[in-house]
T-cell receptor
Framework: AQTVTQSQPEMSVQEAETVTLSCTYD???????LFWYKQPPSRQMILVIR??????QNATENRFSVNFQKAAKSFSLKISDSQLGDTAMYFC??????FGTGTSLTVIP | DTGVSQNPRHKITKRGQNVTFRCDPI?????LYWYRQTLGQGPEFLTY????????KSRLLSDRFSAERPKGSFSTLEIQRTEQGDSAMYLC??????????????FGPGTRLTVL
């Protein structure tokens, strides 16, 4: 079984600034992936980034990167140079059956 | 690749009626997932299929809910005797099916159900 906790229900960031979204998880699995998904208003959910737990190097996808702290079971998402199109709900998940409650991010022009 | 499609996009029904939703996954994706999402919450897992086999069901999937995936292609989710608490967005996703823990899920736009 796996649980995922997102403790920031809402966040805002000025356009072009950097913001970090937090996620903690608990799992009994020895090998797993972690994922961040994005759900823009009235649009479908898409994958932002994923991290392989056995890799020490943090995943990066353009302006999105993760800070994966395996011992602390922490998996935060950093968005650099925030853009208006980043406004969305962000969900983290481990085994992908169970999602966190989400963080609503608003990018302010 | 046309992505995951869901029909209808919106459904309004009266309490006690039956409703059926359809999901067409990305072609050649072996796994198909159903979730329920209420406003401001994350997706809640309902069930998933590996080809035509329904491999796991959440306790949220009461006996009023049934899902099928005949021939391992499209899937249907039926809710019988709808209740107002069933009002939610129903999301479908598909993945290649190599591994639940590593597959990327591709989501459809969802079906919004309103039970009056």
């Amino acid at each position: 079984a796996q649980t995922v906790t997102q403790s920031q229900p809402e966040m805002s960031v000025q356009e072009a600034e950097t913001v970090t979204l937090s996620c903690t998880y608990d799992t009994s699995e020895s090998n797993y992936y972690l994922f961040w998904y994005k759900q823009p208003p009235s649009r479908q959910m898409i994958l932002v980034i994923r991290q392989e737990a056995y890799k020490q190097q943090n995943a990066t996808e353009n302006r999105f990167s993760v800070n994966f702290q395996k011992a602390a079971k922490s998996f935060s998402l950093k968005i650099s140079d925030s853009q208006l199109g980043d406004t969305a709900m962000y969900f983290c998940t481990g085994n992908q059956f169970y999602f966190g409650t989400g963080t609503s991010l608003t990018v302010i022009p | 690749d046309t992505g995951v499609s869901q029909n209808p996009r919106h459904k309004i029904t009266k309490r006690g009626q039956n409703v059926t939703f359809r999901c067409d996954p990305i072609s050649e994706h072996n796994r198909l997932y159903w979730y329920r999402q209420t406003l401001g919450q994350g997706p809640e897992f309902l069930t998933y299929f590996q080809n035509e086999a329904q491999l796991e069901k959440s306790r949220l999937l009461s006996d009023r809910f049934s899902a099928e995936r005949p021939k391992g292609s499209f899937s249907t989710l039926e809710i019988q005797r709808t209740e107002q608490g069933d009002s939610a967005m129903y999301l479908c996703a598909s993945s290649e099916g190599r591994d639940t823990f590593t597959d990327t899920q591709y989501f459809g736009p969802g079906t919004r159900l309103t039970v009056l």
